[in-house]
C-alpha cells in the first residue's frame, strides 16, 4: 500500500520492532548497530533512558500536548533551558521562533524574515548544499534528482561555489564578492546567504574556519543576513552544540531541527537577532508548532547533556577513532576522506561502491547510509553517545564491508584527507 516514493525501507529492507541507544532489532530478533542515527536526529541514541523518562513523567501526568502556540509550562522550562545552557553561556543573543515540526519548516521561515527584513528577494546557496523539500528550501538546494520532484520552478535562489568546490586553490568567496560586485553579473543583490558548516547530505563537505568567516563578512559588507542551516550537523554533531562555533562567527539567524528534541521527536526552531524579530502575530504559523511533548525531550537533553563539555570531548575522541579508520582503508583503496566530529564520510571514486559497501554491511548487521549527489560517500553517522566498543564494533563491520566489496588492497598511495585535524575533531 504504500507508495512508490519509500526510500530508506529499499536500503533496509527488513521489519524493525525496537531499538536501544546504538542498536534496532527486527522481527527476526537480528540487531543491528546504527551508524545513521534516524539521519541525525537521534544524537543521544534511541530511546534515551535520562530523556525518556522526562517524557513518560510528563505524559503520565496528563502534560498538553498540542497546544499551537499557547503558553505552556514545558515551553516556558524549554525556553529558560534555551537561555541557560545554549544562549548566555555563548554570549549569544537570539529570539526564538517554533516555526513548524520539521527541519524545512524552519528553513522556510528563516527565508520568508530574511525577505521581509531585507526587501530583497534573491537568496545565495551553494553547491551540494541541501535544505529540505518544501519549495522555497527545495530552490536552496543542489541536487537535481531532488529539484526534478518539484514540477514548478524554483525561483528566487542564486547557487555558488562552496568552499573547495573547484579545488583547494580557487578562493571562492572572492568570486563570489566579484559576482556581486558586478552589476552586470545577472546575480541580484542578496536578502541572505544559507549555508551549512559541514554539507551533510551533499556528500559530507566541509567548510573551513577562514571560509565561515570571510563569508560572514561579504554577508554584512553586501547587506545580506547570515542564516545557518543547522539541522543536521547542529545538536553536538561536530563537537560543540552549534557546528558554527569553531570558527567565531555569529549567524543572524539559526535553523535546528533533527536532534533538537533529543528523542526523534518532531522539532524545530529557528534563532534570530532580536532587530530581525519583524514578523506580525501570525504571519507565520504551524499547527504543530507547539509540539509539547518534544518541548520536554529537548529541555531533558540540554539540561543532562550540556551543562558542561563532557560530550563534546566524548565526540571528539570518537571522531578521531573514526578518522584513523576511514584514512586507512582510504589509503588502501586510494578513497578521499572528509568529515567533522562525528559526521565523517569516505569517498570511492569506483561507481555504485558506496552503495555496494552499505548493502554488504547491512547484511553483517551494520546501518550505514550514503550521500552525494551520486551517493558515492559512505557517511558515518552514530549517536553522540555511543559505547566505545560498539562504535569498534561498528567500524570493524564497515572495514570487513569494504574489503569484501573492494578486495584486496590495490595502492599504498597517501589518503587525502578533506579536512584538517582540528575541524574533525570539532
Known amino acids: 500500500m504504500e507508495s512508490n516514493v519509500r526510500s530508506y ?3 533496509f529492507p527488513t521489519i524493525f520492532t525496537r531499538a536501544k541507544d546504538h542498536l534496532l532489532f527486527d522481527e527476526q530478533g537480528r540487531s543491528f548497530i546504527d551508524f545513521f542515527a534516524g539521519a541525525g536526529s537521534l544524537n543521544y541514541g534511541h530511546n534515551n533512558d535520562v530523556i525518556k523518562s522526562a517524557l513518560l513523567e510528563y505524559l503520565s501526568a496528563d502534560g498538553v500536548t498540542h497546544a499551537l502556540d499557547m503558553s505552556t509550562a514545558a515551553k516556558r522550562d524549554l525556553l529558560q533551558a534555551m537561555q541557560d545552557v545554549l544562549l548566555a553561556p555563548r554570549g549569544l543573543d537570539y529570539k526564538v521562533m ?16 530574511a525577505r521581509k527584513v531585507t526587501g530583497r528577494a534573491n537568496v545565495i546557496a551553494f553547491t551540494n548544499g541541501f535544505h529540505g523539500m518544501t519549495l522555497g528550501s527545495l530552490a536552496m538546494t543542489g541536487n537535481s534528482g531532488k529539484r526534478a520532484g518539484a514540477g514548478v520552478a524554483l525561483s528566487d535562489a542564486s547557487h555558488m561555489p562552496f568552499c573547495d568546490y573547484f579545488d583547494a586553490d580557487t578562493d571562492t568567496i572572492s568570486l563570489i564578492e566579484s559576482y556581486l560586485s558586478d552589476n ?12 551549512e558548516t559541514v554539507q ?21 559588507k553586501v547587506g545580506a ?9 547542529g545538536c553536538g554533531r561536530t563537537g560543540p552544540f552549534f557546528s558554527f562555533e569553531f570558527a567565531g562567527i555569529k549567524p543572524d539567524i539559526v535553523c535546528l531541527s533533527k536532534s533538537f528534541s533529543g528523542y526523534g521527536l518532531p522539532l524545530a526552531v529557528v534563532l534570530m537577532k ?10 507565520h504559523n504551524g499547527t504543530f508548532r507547539g509540539h509539547n511533548p518534544a518541548f520536554v525531550t529537548a529541555t531533558a537533553a540540554l539540561r543532562n547533556y550540556w551543562q558542561d563539555d563532557q560530550l563534546s570531548l566524548a565526540v571528539n575522541s570518537k571522531a578521531k577513532k573514526i578518522k584513523a579508520t576511514l584514512l586507512d582503508l582510504a589509503e588502501a583503496y586510494g578513497a578521499d576522506v572528509r568529515g567533522r566530529g562525528l559526521i565523517q564520510g ?9 552503495a555496494k559497501i552499505s548493502r554488504a554491511a547491512f547484511g553483517r548487521g551494520l546501518i550505514i547510509e550514503t550521500a552525494g549527489p551520486n551517493d558515492e560517500v559512505v557517511k558515518t553517522l552514530p549517536p553522540l553517545t555511543i559505547a566505545e566498543d560498539a562504535l569498534d564494533n561498528g567500524l570493524k563491520i ?10 584486496s588492497p590495490r595502492t599504498k598511495k597517501p589518503a587525502q584527507s578533506m579536512a584538517s585535524a582540528d575541524e574533525v575533531s570539532g
Not at 543576513?225 to 550537523?233: A, C, E, H, K, P
Open 9 to 11: 525501507c529499499r536500503s
Open 225 to 233: 543576513l547570515l542564516i545557518m542551516d543547522d539541522i543536521q550537523v
Open 184 to 195: 552586470s553579473s545577472g546575480i541580484e543583490p542578496p536578502a541572505a546567504f544559507i549555508v
Open 98 to 113: 517554533f516555526p513548524g515540526p520539521t527541519g524545512t519548516n524552519a528553513v522556510e521561515s528563516a527565508l520568508k524574515l
Open 398 to 407: 564497515l572495514v570487513d564491508s569494504v574489503r569484501e566489496v573492494m578486495g
Open 274 to 283: 532580536p532587530e530581525l524579530d519583524a514578523f506580525q502575530p501570525g504571519e
Open 346 to 354: 569516505i569517498q570511492f571514486h569506483e561507481e555504485d561502491v558506496s
Open 200 to 220: 551533510a547530505e551533499g556528500g559530507v563537505n566541509v567548510a573551513s574556519k577562514k571560509w565561515l568567516q570571510r563569508l560572514a563578512a561579504l554577508a554584512k
